[in-house]
């Protein structure tokens, strides 16, 4: 059983990826897309209700001041991940193949469903996979009491494994190798876990913006 620290930042993830299971699962059953169209906002409202339930226990998350340097370091960390991610999509990088979200509706775009797909991918995902990946995981492979764990003292291991984890959960697992990295050195420098939480940020709506403007659904 997980303890109640590392159950807070567990549960938004898990509760993600639940989501993930339930849209297979009515795909298989015979749900097409369009009756899917609308499962992705309903998946980030239950990761915004845990957040918030449990928000006032994220002590990592009560010193949001980066500071200037810091916060341009997590902005350009995130920008050049963006460039990484969608030029490292050579086939042995890739694990399986993405559909993506295509929010064509008729051969429109429905821009609220563009708008809260970025507004999911660059607002709420971001803190979720940070305090998952990097605030739990990475700490508590270096230290059960990860509570305690100074980020910049967490070792190449914990560093090591969490973020193959991280890329393996992407399709493009090769480009999440190196976006877990970054993420985790911004954290590890800052000791601040705003810092790869801001660049998360930038490199999922900076890439929702491309997505759009290039109509390359796989990478959503």
């Not at 190196?178 to 790869?196: D, H, I, T």
């Amino acid at each position: 059983m997980f303890e109640p620290a590392a159950l807070r930042r567990v549960l938004p993830f898990f509760v993600y990826l639940a989501f993930i299971l339930v849209a297979d699962l009515a795909e298989r059953c015979g749900l097409g897309k369009e009756e899917l169209r609308w499962l992705y906002p309903v998946k980030i409202a239950a990761v915004v209700a845990v957040l918030a339930w449990y928000w006032r226990d994220y002590e990592e998350l009560r010193d949001w001041r980066l500071g200037w340097g810091t916060a341009v370091l997590a902005v350009a960390a995130g920008l050049l991940v963006l460039v990484l991610w969608i030029n490292l999509d050579a086939s042995w990088m890739q694990v399986g193949s993405s559909a993506g979200f295509d929010p064509r509706n008729g051969g429109r775009i429905d821009w609220l469903l563009v708008a809260l797909r970025i507004a999911g991918a660059a607002l709420v995902v971001p803190v979720m996979e940070e305090l998952f990946w990097r605030s739990f995981l990475m700490r508590w492979i270096a230290d059960g009491d990860f509570m305690r764990q100074d980020p910049a003292r967490v070792g190449v291991k914990a560093v090591a494994i969490s973020v193959v984890l991280f890329g393996i959960e992407h399709n493009l697992w090769f480009a999440g190798i190196v976006a877990g990295a970054a993420y985790s050195l911004l954290y590890m420098r800052s000791r601040n876990l705003w810092a790869p939480i801001v660049a998360h940020g930038v490199t999922n709506g900076v890439l929702g913006g491309w997505v759009v403007l290039t109509g390359q659904w796989t990478y959503w």
